[in-house]
T-cell receptor, first 112, second 114 residues
Framework: EAQVTQNPRYLITVTGKKLTVTCSQN?????MSWYRQDPGLGLRQIYY???????DKGDVPEGYKVSRKEKRNFPLILESPSPNQTSLYFC???????????FGPGTRLTVL | AQKITQTQPGMFVQEKEAVTLDCTYD???????LFWYKQPSSGEMIFLIY??????QNATEGRYSLNFQKARKSANLVISASQLGDSAMYFC???????????FGKGTKLSVIP
């Protein structure tokens, strides 16, 4: 089944404790992206990747890191999480930029 | 980032009626596409419909169609014969040729009334 998977789906952590949210797609997509969704703000793009080893900042990259060492994986790293990073995070992928994006199920992160 | 405006934070529609959700955007790109996504209360993001800026016909996909007015930079989503399952948040997202970022509007919450 073609899909985008994210893990964990839910995470409660404390300020400053490094965490990684994994994202994997099995559709051989080149373009991958991370978004955060907050009430009243819609989805905002954090980082995106056009292909392996090619990543760039979206609208809200501060406090986040990403890597794209393999085509299928695009982990989101929070080196020192803070409460303002409490949010719902979505990973998405598409064949190339400009095509329909397939979204993962979302990761609900709470930073205390 | 592009500026996307969805002017209707919330809308109500009677079941079986048609409804139009507005989306305007600010882009200087000549070539771009526009996506609409649906997010039901369960949280997943579902692709609905796509319009390319050079497409001569308005896009249609089942009960979904776009009223695309390129000169006005608007791409309104029309849902015909609304169903209870259409109750959800709806987001528009233009993609520009000059940037690889995808920016979403803040969304419209649609509630379908029996």
């Amino acid at each position: 089944e073609a899909q985008v998977t994210q893990n964990p789906r839910y995470l409660i952590t404390v300020t400053g404790k490094k965490l990684t949210v994994t994202c994997s797609q099995n559709m051989n997509h080149e373009y991958m992206s991370w978004y955060r969704q907050d009430p009243g703000l819609g989805l905002r793009q954090i980082y995106y990747s056009m292909n392996v080893e090619v990543t760039d900042k979206g609208d809200v990259p501060e406090g986040y890191k990403v890597s794209r060492k393999e085509k299928r994986n695009f982990p989101l790293i929070l080196e020192s999480p803070s409460p303002n990073q409490t949010s719902l995070y979505f990973c998405a992928s598409s064949w190339t930029f400009g095509n329909e994006q397939f979204f993962g199920p979302g990761t609900r992160l709470t930073v205390l | 980032a592009q500026k996307i405006t969805q002017t209707q934070p919330g809308m109500f529609v009677q079941e079986k009626e048609a409804v139009t959700l507005d989306c305007t955007y600010d882009t200087s790109d000549q070539s771009y596409g526009l996506f609409w996504y649906k997010q039901p209360s369960s949280g997943e993001m579902i692709f609905l419909i796509y319009q390319g800026s050079y497409d001569e016909q308005n896009a249609t996909e089942g009960r979904y169609s776009l009223n695309f007015q390129k000169a006005r930079k608007s791409a309104n989503l029309v849902i015909s014969a609304s169903q209870l399952g259409d109750s959800a948040m709806y987001f528009c997202a233009p993609s520009g040729a000059g940037s690889y970022q995808l920016t979403f509007g803040k969304g419209t919450k649609l509630s379908v009334i029996p």
